[in-house]
Structure formats: C-alpha cells, structure tokens
C-alpha cells in the first residue's frame, strides 16, 4: 500500500469536487467568498477521514463523497467564523473573509457553508438517514461549544488541563470523531464497527491539537507559516502552557502566571520560554500524550475486518504524529 | 372555530418548550445568549405554520413539535446574524445580542441556535427524512441568499422591483414556504396537498414582508415598537420606495434619488416622504399587491381536504393582511 498516494488520489478528487460544489451559485456577492475559503490550500482531512472510514467499514468511496464535501464545508464554516472571534488576519499565508470582504460578509459565508454543507449531507443519506443526520449535527454542536468555551478560557484567569481537554474534545476531536462516524453509518457497518471509527477519530482529533500546541513552539517558521510561539505571544492557554503551569513553583511559576497577566509576551521571549517548557519536561509530556493517544487511535481500528483502508488509517494516524507543520 | 385561541394555545406550547429548549445546556456562555433571544416576545408565526400545516395535510401537532422548535430557532438564527450585519441596536425594545453581549458571543449564539434547530428536526424524522431535510436546508440557503442581496442592494444604486420581489421571496417568503411545506411533509401529505402548502406559505410571506414595509410608514410608532419612517431614515430600498421611484419623474424623482445618495432622510422629512408616497399611489398598489397575494395564498388551500387547520391557516393569512405591528 502506498498511503501518500492513496490520500493524494482521494485529496485531489476531494479538491475538484469542492471547486465546482459552489461554481454557477448566485448570488456571487455571497458564493465568491464562500469559494474563496473553500479553495485554501488545506490538508483534506476531513474528508478523507470520511471516505477511508466508509471504505474500511464495508462501504465505496462513490458513495460518500457528498457527505466529505459537507464536512470540509462545515470545517470551514467553523474556520471563517472563529477567525472573526479570534481577530485573524492571515490563514495559511491568504487574508482571512472578513479582511479580504468584510464582517457582515464573512458571517454570511460561512453560514452558508453550513447550510451547502447540510445539502450535500442530503445527498448522501439512504436508510441511516437519521443516524447521519443526528451524527454530522452533534458534530456541528459541540464544535459550537468547544469554541464557546476556547473563547471563555481566554478571559478565565485559571483553567485546568482537564478541562481544556474537554475543550478541544470538543473543539477539535468532535469532527473528526464525527468524519469517522458518518462514514461508517454511511457504510451500512454493524454497531461495533461504527463504535471502533468514533472511538479511531476521537483520540486522532485530540492527538492532532496538542501536536498542533507542540508545533507552534517547536516547528521553523518558514514549515509552520507562520511566526514560532505564536501561542506564548497571545498569550493562549494551551496544553503546554498549562502543564507548565501545573508543574512550575517560585520564580518559574511567577514568570507563567506573568503571560496571563499581561495577556501574552513578546516575540523576543519566546526564546526563553521554549527552554522553561524542556526544563519543566512538558515538551516531553507532551509528545508522550501524543503518541499514547495515536496508540489508543490506532488501537480502536482493531476490531475491524482487515483492509486496505483499515491500514490507510493506522499510517494516517502515525502519519499525524511525524508532521511538522 | 376561535381563530385567536387556537393560536395562542399553540403559541403557549411552543413557547413552554423553547424555554424548556436550551436549559440545562452547557457551557452557559454559548446557550444562555441564545436563550435570551429564543425568549423574545415574538408571534412564533413560523412554528404555529408548521403544526398547522401538519394537521390539515392529516396529520397530527404532536408529530411536528419538534419541527416547530427547528424553524424558530432556525429563524432566530437568521435575527442574531441579520442584526449584527445590520448594526441594529434593539430588537422588540430589548438589545441585539451583540450589543448586550459582544460581536463573537452574537456569531456563536446565531450558529449554535442553527445546529440545535437541526437536532430538534431529527427528532420528528421518519420515512419522510431526507426531503425533510432537503425542505430544511433549501430554506437555511435561499434566507443566506436573500440576507445577501439585501446587503447588496444596500450598496448598489438601482434596484429594480422585480429584483426586490426575489429577494424576500429568499429572505422572507423561503422560510415560511419551507414551514408549510415540512408540515405537509411530516404529516405524510401526498405531493399535491405539500405542493398547496408550499404556495401558501410562499405567498404568506410575500405578502407579510409587503405589508412590513407599508407598516413601517403608516403604523404608528407605539404600536410599532420603532420609530416610524424608519425604511426611509435608513435610506433602504423598501417596495414603497423603488415603486415610488419607478412611477415618479421630475422634482420628486430627484428627492427620491437624493434619498440614495444620502443613504437616508431626516426624521422630521418622515411627513413629506409619506405624502410623496400617497401621491404617487404607491401605498395604494403596495396594499392592492398584499391583498392580492393573500387571497393566492388561501385559494392554495382549495385543493385540501376541509378540517379546522385549512380553515385556520385561511383565517391566519387574514389576519395578517389586518395586523398593526
């Protein structure tokens, strides 16, 4: 099995689709926008999860295609949305809706995004309609609340580890939870089946953010594409952050408890903060939660009759682990 | 049959479970603004379409409460995002949520109501699912089209009135167009009896965003809840103003034009405007245009089986022609 070929393949066709999905819609003024986001130079894998798990559970590509379409759509929806919230000018390197249009603009788009979303969703249901439907709508719902609650801990002086795992379950881990889900309900698979794709996106989804906390101090900014310690520089709560928090006292601890203070630092500290993260070892910590939650990912897919998309996803999964931007 | 005490008891259902809707819903910053706009004293025209329409297409309300739930949170959806592309201030003498809260809070309020209202429309799903959903979605895209145009024509110089009967038919007439139609579809209705529902619906809406515009200038403000003249204040391209535009030449055409480049009047040019409109008979055609409508919208219902529904929705969409706010 070639893996970078087989997601490749998969990503290119995932790519026309989405081109043409809002090509000939009218208005422009509410569709060149939603196609311009669409159109970012994105990984796919959403979709990809989608398409794999429906394969691996029994079932084609052919015939979830629409629902990968409607999860990169929602995606997306999700991604314009929160760079209003999060005042993003740039993403992956091109102005974000509401710099490159405006505000009222950009709601819009991404609204309809969701709503193509649904109707391409439509397209894909047969007898598991409801479970699909129930399926890609809590997905849609806890993204809801994990930003809500990405949001809240911004302004939170105090947040435990704990509970920003239960936000970037939500947040992130949820859709892919979900892409896996839909795409063995999809697949007509049998209960355990369908359990063992949830359980496979669940712990990818959560492995993938805290990759993510690890490679905005640890990648190059050129591989990342944007500048190193970002995070630090906002000052935002994430998994290191926080178990550093955790596992600082004296000094340490009151230079931490100083970033949320002063709501970030500068560019010139990261630096120094990088080294308190490796003294503290939760770079090491990190990376150790990474790899058990890619494991359990793994793990999870062992119920399932063997297959090449079944393999496709453990590499997918390890895959994750090695990326570095 | 008691027209206004079938309504109100629906009224008073429906009201009881979008209360009851999001309580217990955590994390209280995402549903708590979301309750508060739910529980804004609105007519819930669009929920009681649903439940009535399910009855006369021989069906039962108990099967479509859930329906009913979606729509109004699918319409309170589009209020939350309509209000901050608007910059409105108050909605029904309480504040917009992005004044009462912030700008983020308001777009996650608007798009968590959005899912909700699809988990609510999975409950009442049965062999009907996918054109339910289809019904669902086809709304949520045309009222993203329509919020669209509107925004474009707020920029554009001319607007013709054809142009503007499209727009409400997405921003307005989609949605109550779409209520009945799920009604009708929820209840198992043969195509002809959803297809009279559709239309019904469809020319109901047309006719109550015609009748909003003459309301805004011959209503008067404590009825209103808003000052009166507030179309032309604004400078928007109402049906009063663009027929007035079209039937007007000279002097008056030239204050009707000014009122374009000034992006509105003063408010104590309310008066004048009014009399431009009264001379040139535009008020006169606009009612002419909703009476006309309602009367389509109830000879939709010939086609349905006599029951207390049918008669309802006919005395519901005279009611509308009545209504002063």
Redesign the interface.
Known sequence: MNFKSLYNEQKEIVDKLLTDSLSNR??S??YEPASFILSNPGKRLRPVLVLFSAKAAGGSFDKAYNAALSVEMLHNFTLV?DD??DNADKRRGRPTLHVKYD???A??A???L???A??Y??RD?NGT??AV??S???G??EV??G???D??FEVRRTVSLSEYMMMIQKKTAALSKMCCEMGGLLAGGNDATVTALSNYGNDLGLAFQIQDDILDILADEETLGKPVGGDLIEGKKTFLFLKALEKSSGKVREKLEAVIDNKGINPNQVEEFKNIYFDLGVIDFAEKEVETLTQSAVNSLNTLKESTEKEFLKQLAFAMLKRNN
């Open positions: 009218k208005p003024s509410l949305h209003i919230m505000l009222s603009t709601i819009l991404g609204d309809v969701l709503a193509v649904y109707e969703l439509r249901l309609a409801a439907v129930e890609f709508t809590k849609l719902v809801c609340e930003q809500s609650l949001k809240e």
